[in-house]
């Protein structure tokens, strides 16, 4: 297996062991690796119809800024972060 195809049969058998699940709690650079390997998690779960939320993302972390435009072009519904304010001024700048 390629590793976005064992990432779809992970997606996929933790979807089917929660039922009712509605949104998956994801760390950040899990879901940037994983867009790297050419596999995404906003994309495979909304076709099961659960939302994705990536951890955390700070504003000052530099890697959770440098993930987070990626993120959020990827389809990633929502974003667990300490610094809420900052990071909606800088992912939607004026």
Do not use: M
Not at 39 to 53: C, Q, S
Request: proline share 4%; charged share 20%; aromatic share 10%.
């Amino acid at each position: 297996w390629s590793t976005a195809e064992y990432l779809a049969e992970r997606c996929n058998n933790l979807v089917d062991s929660v039922p009712g699940i509605s949104t998956f709690y994801i760390d950040h650079k899990l879901i940037a690796q994983s867009l790297a390997d050419g596999f995404n998690w906003a994309e495979a779960l909304h076709t099961r119809g659960v939302k994705l939320d990536a951890w955390t993302l700070d504003v000052g972390n530099p890697v959770a800024e440098a993930n987070a435009r990626r993120l959020l072009e990827a389809g990633v519904d929502q974003f667990t972060t300490n610094t809420p304010i900052a990071l909606t001024t800088w992912l939607l700048p004026d």
